[in-house]
């Protein structure tokens, strides 16, 4: 045993290994990604991880495990659990023998992410519960205690951590080898694996019954508290229970209610914590779950306790909550005078904005470049797709039209095709993305014959999520050298007409390869293959001459990267940023950016 | 010992490496630490915070609004969308070379001047130049450790110099360590100057 200081990723991770886990699997997607990292980074004799080619793949690795009497996690952020949706609504029919916890991480802001969706919804939906850590600390132990109620109810059960949780780091007290529990194997039972309408009629009977346990079984549970004893009461759950409770310190008498179980709900906890309650705030992120949970209860119930919250607009019904804003809705609520204690800022001058940017020296600038290019005086459809390379859609590049989900860059650029003949239809798709679920487009591109041009942006890695390896890196997981799955013979495989492989940072070759595909019918691809900036060591840093700039600031207009400013009319490279990707010097009339070696 | 200390910059800057070993250090010096850092899409080229909450009346991984006794800044306007954070009494160390965003387009932008004036009639304040001192080490990279060296020698960090350079041997990967060393000892003696002008 030793204290370790973790990322609350890890201490998932820490508390998954503890807890003897035979299989873990998932897809990266912040804030999520460190719990299968971390997994490996510990002796664990006897577990198997994988990154899995999608959240949909890994839930179904993960539950066969489970049938096979092992201990299964899997790993995804919250619209990750869209994709892997079909198999859990069907698992939780089927149920499970093995402990089987997926972990679905939230992300209020959204900080990285498309949605502001609540795991605590699906689980809802899906008919199991879900436990909501508060803490690094507390996630650790609560992934225990999940497998123990995953193999009690024989239910997956869902741990939903959200941003602040994953991200915060705390020091947690762990072993230092971990080894896998022993597992009976699968036993053969048709009846009780294969589901079918008659015995989905009768689990989704077994599982309301068993649900009422749950909740009971939750009302005891040690994460489920309260605290203080007055009138006016404020319910939370999640890293917001840590900001109440911090502001609360100077309020002991306040009623603090944690809701650490927040489905099924701990009705038996909530009626007692609830006891000579006149009035509850819930401060709660994503939607006002514990709200709707608590109208529903007090109508059960015929309770006279008034319900505030996000749906009363004391609680803003989007973003994500902090200290700040604990103090103040708390107070609000409580009566309290509430003074912030910090600098007068005004008339501070005003910060820039910053909004991200592809790195300097990316090759995805260099990949939009060209096809900007290419698709000059032309109408086309840029579809992006989800990676560092949404952010083409920055000025001044602004190549990337639409953005929807993972791998829908390839199928709605063929809707743009069918509905407007006159336009190029073009899609930009990252190699992990492709994996991921970008096959099954380009199969129904070719089905269907639309015409469009496939833009496969291939850095080699996962890079948005901290570099992952995926199945045309060559690695897995488990560090073992693997056949690499060639995107370029899973092209022409799939029928397309005409596939081109390109260096990016070759702005002419690659302008001309995108120019040869608008020329052909059909559905043609351009892969653009360069590796990641932040996984290569550059060799060169470019320099502008400031004898020949004429301060024309085309390479600054273009391009925007970076390492590029202006500094006494004239443009400057940042050292320190630049890579000697070169793409500037490629567009500079006058000769004035050169290469200068390391 | 109760601090919080926050970290700013912009993605890139090499912040998290920073808390990392505050994080660490005051955890061999026997303290309860949580901390906290931007990861994801806003790393890249956007504004990032660290959050490091040294004691254990820490809830939350998030320091409140009035509540760090020391904000180190690695950047001339991210010092100044995070003075609120600081408390009426605390310390700001700042990097006084800006970081253009590629937001401005060809405009030049702010040379950080007005930032730092602006800084400095607001609290106690101490100006680093990043180019200066990290010109011997042919990187401003080195910068996040040289400032927590600053950091340290200004008495404002609560954490030895002994303590913090261990956990950069223990860190930093050994191929960058020499630099690593000297660029900690340049901070700390700028550091240290100004604590002993005090």
């Known amino acids: ?132 850590p508060s803490s690094p600390e507390e996630a650790f132990e609560m992934v225990q205690d999940a497998f123990e109620y995953s193999e009690k109810y024989r239910t997956p059960v869902i741990l ?56 009971e079984d939750f009302s005891s549970y040690r994460f489920n508290t309260v605290s203080g004893s007055s009138a006016k009461a404020i319910a939370a759950t999640g890293v917001s229970y840590a900001y109440a409770a911090e502001f609360l310190k100077a309020y002991p008498d306040i009623r603090l209610i944690k809701v650490g179980t927040p489905y099924p709900l701990p009705e038996s906890f909530l009626l007692n914590a609830l006891e000579g309650v006149s009035e509850v705030l819930c401060f709660e992120e994503l939607s006002p779950y514990i709200e709707e949970s608590l109208l529903k209860l007090i109508g059960k119930h015929h309770l006279n306790i008034s319900i505030r919250g996000k749906l009363t607009g004391d609680v803003p019904p989007s973003g994500e909550n902090d200290a700040d804003s604990a103090g103040r809705i708390i107070s609000r609520f409580l009566g309290l005078e509430y003074a912030e204690s910090s600098i007068d800022c005004s008339g501070a001058p005003q910060p820039p904005a910053r909004p991200p940017v592809l790195c300097a020296g990316c090759p995805h600038r260099a990949s939009f470049y060209a096809v900007k290019r290419a698709m000059k005086g032309k109408k086309a459809y840029f579809c992006g797709d989800i990676g560092c390379y949404t952010l083409g859609n920055a000025m001044p590049l602004d190549m990337v039209d639409t953005c929807l989900c993972m791998g829908a860059g390839i199928t709605m650029a063929q809707g743009f095709n069918h509905m407007d003949k006159d336009a190029v239809a073009i899609s930009f798709t990252g190699d992990s993305t492709f994996f991921a679920s970008g096959i099954s487009g380009v199969v129904n591109a070719v089905y269907n014959a639309a015409d469009m041009i496939l833009c496969i942006l291939d850095n080699s890695t996962t890079a948005m999520t901290g570099h992952q390896p995926h199945p045309g890196t060559g690695r897995n997981l488990m560090a073992a050298p693997v056949e690499k799955v060639s995107i370029e013979k899973l092209l022409i495989a799939a029928g397309v007409t005409k596939v081109i492989t390109v260096d990016p940072l070759d702005l002419d070759a690659s302008t001309a390869a995108v120019k040869e595909c608008a020329g052909i019918k059909g559905v043609k691809a351009v892969i653009f293959k360069s590796p990641c900036v932040a996984i290569v060591k550059p060799d060169k840093k470019m320099r502008t001459d400031s004898g020949k700039c004429v301060g024309c600031m085309r390479c600054i207009r273009e391009i925007g990267c970076p390492a590029l400013s202006v500094s006494g009319g004239k443009a400057v490279i940042d050292g320190n940023l630049c890579t000697g990707c070169g793409l500037c010097s490629q567009l500079c009339k006058f000769g004035a950016i050169g290469g200068a070696e390391e | 010992m109760k601090k919080d200390i926050m970290i700013c910059g912009v993605g890139g800057q090499g912040t998290v490496l920073a808390s990392k070993i505050i994080a660490a250090s005051a955890m061999d010096a026997g303290f309860t630490v949580h901390s906290a850092e931007t990861i994801g899409m806003a790393q890249r080229g956007g504004p990032v915070t660290s959050h490091v909450r040294i004691g254990d009346d820490a809830f939350s991984p998030l320091i409140p609004v009035g509540g760090a ?130």
């Open chain 1, 160 to 215: 939903r951590p959200t941003t602040r949780v994953d991200h915060a780091y705390a020091s947690i007290e762990a072993p230092d080898t971990f080894h896998a529990r022993e597992y009976g194997g699968f036993v053969k039972d048709s009846k009780k694996w294969v589901i079918f309408p008659r015995l989905s009629y009768m689990n989704h009977a077994m599982i309301e019954k068993r649900n009422t346990e749950i909740g």
């Open chain 2, 69 to 198: 006794d020391l904000l180190i800044a690695f950047e001339p306007s991210e010092a100044v969308r995070n003075l609120k954070y600081l408390k009426k009494d605390g310390f700001v160390i700042v990097n006084t070379v800006p970081v253009k965003p590629t937001s401005l387009g060809s405009s030049e932008g702010s040379n950080g001047k007005a930032e730092i004036e602006f800084v400095k009639s607001k609290c106690r304040c101490l100006t680093v130049n990043s180019d200066e001192l990290c010109a011997p080490f042919g990187s401003s990279k080195f910068f996040n450790v040289a400032v927590l060296g600053t950091a340290a020698g200004s008495g404002e960090l609560g954490l030895s110099k002994e303590i913090i350079c261990d956990e950069i041997v223990k860190i930093v990967p050994e191929r960058f360590r020499e630099k690593n060393m000297a660029a900690f000892a340049a901070g700390y003696k700028l550091g240290e100057e100004n604590n002993a002008n005090q």
């Open chain 1, 1 to 132: 045993m030793s204290k370790k200081y973790v990322m609350g990723n890890g201490a998932i991770a820490l508390g998954a290994l503890s807890a003897g886990v035979n299989l873990v699997a998932g897809y990266p997607g912040t804030p999520s990604s460190e719990i299968i990292e971390t997994v490996v980074r510990y002796p664990h004799e006897g577990t198997y991880a994988e990154w899995s080619v999608n959240e949909k793949a890994a839930m179904e690795v993960a539950a066969a495990a489970a049938y096979c009497g092992a201990r299964a996690m899997v790993t995804m952020k919250q619209v990750g659990l869209n994709v892997a949706s079909d198999p859990l609504m069907s698992l939780a029919y089927v149920g499970v023998k093995g402990g089987m916890v997926v972990v679905s991480a939230d992300d209020p802001g959204p900080i990285s992410s498309q949605t502001e969706q609540d795991t605590r919804r699906f689980a809802e939906f899906a008919r199991i519960p879900v436990f909501d």
